[in-house]
């Protein structure tokens, strides 16, 4: 069988695949290491031909449950699923993609509810409105809201001169205004190469998981996250009166620069300080060559409202779900959410009615 999953002999090979064609910054091998410090098994699949060239990897990560568990690729990021070798043809990687779910429904699917499968985005996504026939029939459903568009990403295209092209060029008096009051009110940014307020990252990570009800984090995780790719990762502060008061970590591949994860206190919203960072990061990618900036994951009407001030593109995410057992998915599902509001008490009463519409919403 040509899938195996890669070691870590191959992590050298798997990455270099990764930037030579087309990959996403969370395709990178590395990311094992910050998934398996939260307990889920990476699984790095890959395609060789005779001679042991790679031609597609799909990298997984299991995560367990109470009960059971689930797949998915990619948590992180916008991107994820296959990546072919370049000039591979339609069939060829119809055939590959087929062996690859072979391979996943033998090895990987016992004791699983659901496979959720992201496709690795390009320009050309942002006109599709249909998905993959090919994951159709293997059983999977496609995950899109027509109405709302989401989720989606952004992608903003760059240019070599920042003031002329996209802060006079491209952005509106609104944003701008933004920025500036932010500056007057005497926020400014630092990006962090010794990580010396590392200590007020973790706590704005911290911070921000529990303002919006999500699972906890652990402390080394997100030094991980801030760590381990080295050389690609950018991380900028926001300080007002020498407080750190938000934070965003970039990372850098190829041509596209991928703001991962912002965190923020409440005195950033006030300030103004989310705006300032993401001017401070697109500003940066400008002058260091990059063509693009990509916005991250958007869920929420609310969330892309607030990114489509910086006049992005707007690039619907293709996600596909396949349920092996409606029962298993059922108590899958169920043991997480009370895992959930187990570690969330506070957060699930004080927003028990928005929560309960929320459920109800889902059943019917």
């Not at 001030?309 to 009370?338: A, G, H, V, W």
């Not at 028990?352 to 889902?362: A, G, N, P, S, T």
Request: charged share 25%.
């Amino acid at each position: 069988m040509p899938v195996r999953e890669a070691t870590l002999n191959d992590k050298e090979k798997w990455n270099t695949f990764v930037e030579t064609q087309d990959g996403s910054m969370f395709h990178y091998f590395d990311w094992k290491n910050i998934y398996e410090v939260q307990h889920w098994h990476y699984i790095p699949l890959l395609f060789e031909d005779t001679s042991t060239e790679i031609i597609g990897i799909l990298p997984l990560v299991k995560i367990h449950g109470l009960l059971y568990s689930k797949l998915i690729s990619l948590p992180e990021g916008a991107s994820g699923g296959f990546v072919f070798k370049k000039g591979l043809t339609t069939a060829k990687k119809a055939q590959v993609m087929n062996i690859f779910l072979h391979h996943i429904e033998q090895h990987y699917s016992k004791g699983c509810s659901t496979f959720t499968l992201k496709e690795n985005l390009s320009l050309q996504d942002a006109t599709r409105t249909t998905p993959t026939e090919l994951f159709i029939k293997n059983g999977f459903t496609f995950h899109f809201d027509n109405d709302a568009k989401l989720p989606c990403t952004y992608l903003l295209q760059l240019t070599p001169s920042f003031e002329e092209g996209i802060w006079n060029g491209l952005w509106g008096k609104y944003l701008r205004n933004h920025i500036r009051k932010s500056q007057k009110k005497g926020v400014h940014i630092r990006e962090e190469t010794n990580l010396d307020h590392n200590n007020d990252i973790i706590t704005m990570f911290l911070s921000t998981y529990k303002r919006f009800g999500s699972l906890p984090i652990s402390a080394e995780e997100i030094m991980l996250r801030l760590t381990t790719f080295n050389d690609k990762t950018k991380v900028w502060v926001a300080f007002l009166n020498d407080t750190p008061i938000a934070s965003l970590i970039c990372y850098n591949l190829s041509s596209i620069c991928y703001a991962s994860k912002m965190v923020y206190d409440d005195s950033a919203r006030e300030n103004h300080a989310t705006a300032l960072l993401f001017y401070e990061a697109i500003r940066d990618a400008c002058k260091n060559g990059y063509q693009f900036f990509e916005f991250g994951v958007t869920v929420s009407s609310s969330l892309a409202y607030w990114k489509e001030q910086f006049m992005p593109l707007k690039i619907p995410m293709r996600i596909y779900e396949k349920r092996y057992s409606t029962l298993r998915t059922f108590f899958e599902r169920t043991s997480q959410d009370l895992k959930w509001a187990w570690n969330n008490k506070s957060y699930v009463w004080h927003n028990r009615r928005q929560l309960i519409r929320e459920i109800v919403r889902k059943k019917m």
